[in-house]
């Protein structure tokens, strides 16, 4: 490129990929991708696996369906619970009893068969049978990264927390692939016992994701209730002062002698009428369109789960376990790269048609994955489909933190959170049921047609829609501007 050195252009470029914002990002921001790193490298060994693990104790797949759908059901009432009382419980402790859950249900995988207590296990613990998340964690994350993050660099931030996740999604299923083949060419391994191999590697990436939760700091913790108080608190003082000082100014009348009156006492912190964290009409009203959307969008995901989508190209194609690890964690690469070239076109286009037109070509190829019959086709479908499959997330995840108020993020992320995992619990039963049927095409044609319907009512719905944070800014340069003129 003629005019542009190699320094000025590797200077451009890294502040197009948000290099420079998450360098420059606090420790806790660091740990925080860290940890999703390692959770999301445990779900992803975990998933390749879950429905061939479940498959190998003899279990239907009608019955495998069941379980996904029982274990996303369990992680919404353990998820709903813990994301609405997280900043009055602290956000690091939940953090911590996530972590603890995580390693108890990989435990019991490692050592157990029956189907009932893996579907226990799967419903008190955090068991990934889609890849992506699940759990506490998310919600708590990204409303601890919104805190720490200035509005300018949150959707580098985001970016990267995504990319870095998909990463570890992507890792851990190459490695957890090749690592199968090798632990079966051993004498006396079978599938069932490398498995739960796989299992307890789970529960050892649990620990270290507690330990890290160990290393954040206060700063992670909500810090709106804190500054209410201290207001609140240095105005009462101000109040007393102005008080007394105007008693001792006055001259005292002996003639009529007033009756002293009690100084007022200090003021005490503000009341909470209810333990659950109080969200306004406004965000209340974008919650709702939200989840209404993202609804349809999680259903479809659920119905083409990692899980099922390993588990259709085992049974359809017969690809062994390195091959298929190989093929994901391709997918899965191409994926996390995608989020960075998202976060340089939502600068220019903006959040909503970022998340919109990035989002609809992957539900397209979604579709058309399963109407192939020969590997190559299907292959190249899957691929084209992870090239903006996720390109939608660090949008969305910054223009949720955008609409609402700061005090409601880690509440309304949580809800969204639960209503996205409600909805695709449904998803695994219906792909079960329709595989049963030897009509496991048409669950890809459906979630297809369901994420497209998602993308083109969310452009109805937000195309234009300003922020919070937006809105502020506008009014603020406003005044500016008026008081220059005056």
Same mark, same amino acid.
């Given at each position: 490129?003629?005019?542009?050195?190699?320094?000025?252009?590797?200077?451009?470029?890294?502040?197009?990929?948000?290099?420079?914002?998450?360098?420059?990002?606090?420790?806790?921001?660091? #740990?925080?991708? &860290? !940890?999703?790193?390692?959770?999301?490298?445990?779900?992803? +060994?975990?998933?390749? =696996?879950? $429905?061939? %693990?479940?498959?190998?104790?003899?279990?239907?797949?009608?019955?495998?369906?069941?379980?996904?759908?029982?274990?996303?059901?369990?992680?919404?009432?353990?998820?709903?619970?813990?994301?609405?009382?997280?900043?009055?419980?602290?956000?690091?402790?939940?953090?911590?009893?996530?972590?603890?859950?995580?390693?108890?249900?990989?435990?019991?995988?490692?050592?157990?068969?029956?189907?009932?207590?893996?579907?226990?296990?799967?419903?008190?613990?955090?068991?990934?049978?889609?890849?992506?998340?699940?759990?506490?964690?998310?919600?708590?994350?990204?409303?601890?990264?919104?805190?720490?993050?200035?509005?300018?660099?949150?959707?580098?931030?985001?970016?990267?927390?995504?990319?870095?996740?998909?990463?570890?999604?992507?890792?851990?299923?190459?490695?957890?692939?090749?690592? #199968?083949?090798? &632990? !079966?060419?051993?004498?006396?391994?079978?599938?069932?016992? +490398?498995?739960?191999? =796989?299992? $307890?590697? %789970?529960?050892?990436?649990?620990?270290?994701?507690?330990?890290?939760?160990?290393?954040?700091?206060?700063?992670?913790?909500?810090?709106?209730?804190?500054?209410?108080?201290?207001?609140?608190?240095?105005?009462?003082?101000?109040?007393?002062?102005?008080?007394?000082?105007?008693?001792?100014?006055?001259?005292?009348?002996?003639?009529?002698?007033?009756?002293?009156?009690?100084?007022?006492?200090?003021?005490?912190?503000?009341?909470?009428?209810?333990?659950?964290?109080?969200?306004?009409?406004?965000?209340?009203?974008?919650?709702?369109?939200?989840?209404?959307?993202?609804?349809?969008?999680?259903?479809?995901?659920?119905?083409?789960?990692?899980?099922?989508?390993?588990?259709?190209?085992?049974?359809?194609?017969?690809?062994?376990?390195?091959?298929?690890?190989?093929?994901?964690?391709?997918?899965?690469?191409?994926?996390?790269?995608?989020?960075?070239?998202?976060?340089?076109?939502?600068?220019?286009?903006?959040?909503?048609?970022?998340?919109?037109?990035?989002?609809?070509?992957?539900?397209?190829?979604?579709?058309?994955?399963?109407?192939?019959?020969?590997?190559?086709?299907?292959?190249?479908?899957?691929?084209?489909?992870?090239?903006?499959?996720?390109?939608?997330?660090?949008?969305?995840?910054?223009?949720?933190?955008?609409?609402?108020?700061?005090?409601?993020?880690?509440?309304?992320?949580?809800?969204?959170?639960?209503?996205?995992?409600?909805?695709?619990?449904?998803?695994?039963?219906?792909?079960?049921?329709?595989?049963?049927?030897?009509?496991?095409?048409?669950?890809?044609?459906?979630?297809?047609?369901?994420?497209?319907?998602?993308?083109?009512?969310?452009?109805?719905?937000?195309?234009?829609?300003?922020?919070?944070?937006?809105?502020?800014?506008?009014?603020?340069?406003?005044?500016?501007?008026?008081?220059?003129?005056?």
């Amino acid at each position: 490129m003629a005019g542009y050195s190699l320094p000025t252009l590797g200077n451009w470029l890294a502040n197009e990929l948000g290099l420079y914002s998450i360098l420059g990002s606090s420790r806790d921001t660091k #740990l925080l991708c &860290l !940890q999703r790193f390692v959770r999301l490298l445990a779900y992803g +060994a975990s998933t390749l =696996i879950l $429905a061939l %693990y479940l498959s190998s104790l003899h279990i239907s797949d009608a019955k495998i369906g069941l379980f996904m759908s029982m274990t996303l059901w369990g992680d919404v009432i353990i998820s709903f619970i813990l994301t609405l009382f997280a900043d009055r419980l602290g956000r690091r402790k939940t953090l911590m009893l996530g972590a603890a859950l995580m390693t108890a249900s990989g435990v019991v995988f490692a050592y157990s068969g029956s189907y009932w207590m893996l579907v226990a296990a799967s419903i008190l613990g955090v068991i990934s049978p889609s890849g992506n998340e699940i759990g506490p964690f998310k919600a708590i994350e990204e409303s601890t990264l919104s805190q720490l993050s200035p509005a300018a660099i949150r959707s580098d931030i985001f970016a990267w927390y995504t990319l870095l996740g998909n990463a570890g999604t992507a890792c851990g299923i190459v490695v957890c692939g090749w690592f #199968l083949e090798w &632990l !079966q060419t051993l004498d006396g391994w079978s599938p069932t016992r +490398a498995y739960r191999i =796989i299992f $307890a590697i %789970y529960a050892f990436l649990g620990i270290v994701k507690l330990a890290l939760s160990l290393l954040l700091s206060e700063k992670c913790e909500s810090q709106v209730e804190k500054q209410e108080y201290q207001q609140v608190t240095e105005l009462g003082d101000v109040e007393i002062e102005s008080l007394l000082s105007s008693e001792d100014d006055e001259e005292p009348d002996r003639s009529h002698p007033k009756p002293r009156s009690k100084p007022p006492s200090p003021p005490r912190p503000p009341k909470k009428s209810s333990i659950l964290p109080a969200i306004s009409p406004v965000s209340r009203t974008i919650l709702l369109k939200l989840c209404l959307l993202f609804a349809f969008d999680s259903l479809g995901g659920g119905m083409a789960s990692a899980s099922w989508m390993t588990y259709f190209f085992t049974t359809k194609f017969s690809l062994p376990e390195g091959t298929l690890g190989t093929l994901f964690f391709v997918t899965s690469i191409v994926a996390a790269l995608s989020n960075l070239v998202a976060s340089s076109i939502s600068k220019r286009i903006g959040l909503v048609k970022t998340m919109v037109f990035t989002h609809l070509p992957s539900a397209i190829f979604l579709a058309l994955i399963p109407l192939p019959s020969n590997l190559v086709p299907a292959m190249t479908f899957l691929v084209l489909r992870s090239c903006t499959q996720n390109m939608d997330q660090a949008p969305r995840q910054a223009f949720l933190a955008a609409a609402v108020l700061p005090s409601e993020r880690t509440a309304v992320m949580g809800v969204v959170n639960v209503v996205k995992t409600l909805s695709q619990s449904g998803g695994p039963v219906v792909t079960g049921w329709l595989a049963g049927m030897q009509k496991f095409w048409v669950a890809f044609l459906i979630a297809g047609a369901l994420k497209a319907g998602y993308d083109l009512a969310m452009l109805k719905l937000f195309l234009g829609y300003r922020s919070r944070e937006e809105t502020e800014e506008t009014d603020d340069e406003t005044k500016l501007r008026e008081r220059e003129n005056a």
